[in-house]
């Protein structure tokens, strides 16, 4: 038997027996006022609200009070028992509400693990395809492309970084890069422009 059922019953078997208890009780009549020299007046009307359940009688009246009372304990017991029932549903219902948005956070997270996960293998891929590309790519130029060429050409490059050093205030850097072109790329077109340059900043 749930807590419900048994404040429910426990409601009903209490309204029982004030009902039980106040059938039993005798019902006395009013003592009627004596005043002076012992006259005594009969008692008349009623006792109670006429037309809303109020007993004929100062005794029924009290034994109506006393079911109004026993009544309002059960009805309260039951309003208690309905809250309470509420209470644990709402409990429930937020409990519920937190393992599912636990649930959604762990997928989520595991979701942006797995994208995580598959950006950098694709990434990855990518740059090894690329530097695969590119090896081919010197590989077919140093195949087909004569040598002189392919040393003027790397002779060019060294001397373009050279000048973005000296552009970008770095004398030192650009004057060791025009050192170099000039002892390792000699009788070429930019050993004689680094020469020239050299030849410049040295004055």
Same mark, same amino acid.
């Given at each position: 038997?749930?807590? +419900? ?12 027996? =004030?009902?039980? #208890?106040?059938?039993? %009780? ?8 004596? +005043? ?7 008692? =008349?009307?009623?006792? =109670?609200?006429?037309? +809303? ?18 009544? #309002? ?20 219902? +937020?409990?519920?509400? %937190? ?24 990434? !990855?891929?990518? *740059?090894?395809? !690329? ?10 130029? !140093?195949?087909?492309?004569?040598? #002189?060429?392919?040393?003027?050409? !790397? ?35 930019? #050993?004689? *422009? ?10």
């Amino acid at each position: 038997m749930t807590n +419900f059922s048994h404040i429910v019953l426990t409601s009903l078997i209490a309204v029982s027996l =004030g009902t039980v #208890a106040m059938a039993d %009780e005798p019902v006395h009549p009013l003592p009627r006022p004596v +005043f002076s020299g012992g006259v005594s007046v009969p008692v =008349g009307g009623y006792y =109670g609200a006429a037309g +809303f359940g109020g007993g004929t009688t100062a005794h029924e009246s009290i034994l109506r009070g006393h079911a109004d009372v026993i009544r #309002a304990r059960g009805e309260h017991a039951l309003l208690t028992a309905e809250a309470a029932r509420s209470f644990e549903e709402a409990k429930s219902r +937020f409990l519920d509400n %937190e393992v599912k948005r636990l649930a959604v956070r762990q997928e989520r997270k595991r979701l942006g693990i797995a994208e995580r996960a598959h950006r950098y293998e694709y990434l !990855q891929a990518r *740059r090894e395809t !690329q530097m695969a590309l590119n090896q081919a790519a010197r590989e077919i130029q !140093q195949a087909t492309v004569p040598a #002189a060429v392919q040393r003027e050409s !790397q002779a060019e490059n060294k001397l373009r970084l050279a000048i973005n050093l000296l552009n970008n205030g770095k004398t030192d850097s650009g004057v060791a890069y025009l050192q170099q072109i000039t002892e390792q790329f000699a009788q070429t077109d930019a #050993a004689q *422009r680094a020469a020239t340059i050299l030849n410049e900043i040295r004055g």
